[in-house]
Nanobody, 115 residues
Framework: QVHLVESGGGLVQAGGSLRLSCAAS????????LAWYRQAPGKQRELVAT???????NYADSVKGRFTISRDNAKNTLYLQMNSLKHEDTAVYYC?????????WGQGTQVTVSS
């Protein structure tokens, strides 16, 4: 069983920055692929960024060049650095840990960008 806890969300003006963190329990964090998703009101949950166990990263086109996903395996923590935030980035952000056949999710952290 994996327990994920996101933090770092909040209210920020357009053009500002936030850094999200996701603390994970368990001893296998370093070998898992991880991801950040988000869900805006009335919309489906969408993939924001992924990072493999080897550190390879991928981003949604909408956040490329603005967001950076990273991980610290020594701290069992996943990060999302978000710069140049836009109103359309407003959403609940979820971290995700991928196991064979099952995904684990955190409870989410709200990010609100005022225009």
């Amino acid at each position: 069983q994996v327990h994920l806890v996101e933090s770092g969300g909040g209210l920020v003006q357009a053009g500002g920055s936030l850094r999200l963190s996701c603390a994970a329990s368990g001893s296998t964090f370093s070998i898992r692929d991880l991801a950040w998703y988000r869900q805006a009101p009335g919309k489906q949950r969408e993939l924001v960024a992924t990072i493999s166990s080897g550190g390879r990263t991928n981003y949604a086109d909408s956040v490329k060049g603005r967001f950076t996903i990273s991980r610290d395996n020594a701290k069992n923590t996943l990060y999302l650095q978000m710069n140049s935030l836009k109103h359309e980035d407003t959403a609940v952000y979820y971290c995700n840990e991928k196991w064979p056949g099952v995904d684990y999710w955190g409870q989410g952290t709200q990010v609100t960008v005022s225009s």
